[in-house]
C-alpha cells in the first residue's frame, strides 16, 4: 500500500488500522498527533496562490495535488462524488472566486466512476428504505466525456461566477494516472 506523498512516514495510517485495536478514527486523530507535533505554520493566506478552484471525484484514487504537481496553498479543491458541478459546488465556487480571489476552474472526473454504475433508482431505494427520498440527484452517467461537458457548461452559464472564461474539464485515466482534456464543443 502506498502512503501519502503529504504524509511522513510515521503519520501513515495503515489499511487494517480498526484490526489493531480502536477504530480508523481513532488511528486518524492518532495519526493527526504525530503530525501535529512537527507542524509548523507556514503562515499561508485562504487566498489559492494560483488562483485556481479544482473540482474533481471524491475517489480515493486520485492524489490530485501530486497527479497536477500541486503544493500546499496552490488551490482550492471542491471534492464530491462523481465531481460532478451540483447547486453545492457552484457555492464553493462562487465563494472562491468572490471572496479568495480564484479565475480559473479545472474540473475532473475520471475512468471508472463508480458513478457509471448507479442511476437514480439510487434514491428511489433510499426512498423505499428509509422512507424518504433524498433531496439530491445521483447525478449518475453513462458517458464520463458527456458528463465533463454538462459540468463545464454548468460553470460557464452560473449567473454568480464572475471568472467563466478559463474552464477546462479533463478525465484522469486510474490505470496511467493521465489527463485527457475534454473538447467542450464536440
Known amino acids: 500500500m502506498s502512503t501519502s506523498a503529504h504524509l511522513p512516514a510515521e503519520a501513515h495510517v495503515p489499511a487494517d488500522a480498526a484490526l489493531e485495536g480502536g477504530t480508523v478514527t481513532d488511528r486518524l486523530?492518532?495519526?493527526?498527533?504525530r503530525y501535529a507535533a512537527g507542524f509548523r505554520d507556514p503562515g499561508m493566506d485562504a487566498r489559492p496562490v494560483?488562483?485556481?478552484?479544482?473540482?474533481?471525484?471524491?475517489?480515493a484514487r486520485l492524489d490530485l495535488h501530486a497527479a497536477l504537481g500541486l503544493e500546499l496553498g496552490d488551490c482550492h479543491t471542491i471534492r464530491n462524488a462523481g465531481?460532478?458541478?451540483?447547486?453545492?459546488?457552484?457555492?464553493?465556487?462562487?465563494?472562491?472566486?468572490?471572496?479568495?480571489?480564484?479565475?480559473?476552474?479545472?474540473?475532473?472526473?475520471?475512468?471508472n466512476c463508480g458513478l457509471e454504475s448507479l442511476t437514480e433508482d439510487f434514491r428511489h431505494e433510499?426512498?423505499?428504505?428509509?422512507?424518504q427520498r433524498p433531496a439530491w440527484a445521483v447525478e449518475?452517467?453513462?458517458?464520463?466525456?458527456?458528463?465533463?461537458?454538462?459540468?463545464m457548461q454548468r460553470v460557464r452559464t452560473s449567473p454568480f461566477l464572475l471568472h467563466r472564461e478559463d474552464?477546462?474539464?479533463?478525465?484522469?485515466?486510474?490505470?496511467?494516472?493521465?489527463?485527457?482534456?475534454?473538447?467542450?464543443?464536440a
Do not use: K, W, Y
Open 29 to 33: 486523530v492518532e495519526a493527526n498527533e
Open 50 to 59: 494560483l488562483r485556481v478552484a479544482v473540482v474533481a471525484c471524491m475517489d
Open 83 to 111: 465531481g460532478v458541478v451540483t447547486d453545492d459546488v457552484i457555492r464553493s465556487l462562487t465563494i472562491s472566486q468572490r471572496a479568495l480571489g480564484t479565475r480559473s476552474v479545472i474540473l475532473i472526473h475520471h475512468t
Open 126 to 131: 433510499l426512498e423505499d428504505e428509509v422512507g
Open 140 to 151: 449518475a452517467f453513462r458517458d464520463v466525456d458527456q458528463d465533463v461537458r454538462q459540468s
Open 167 to 185: 474552464v477546462r474539464g479533463f478525465v484522469f485515466d486510474v490505470t496511467s494516472g493521465l489527463l485527457r482534456e475534454i473538447d467542450p464543443a
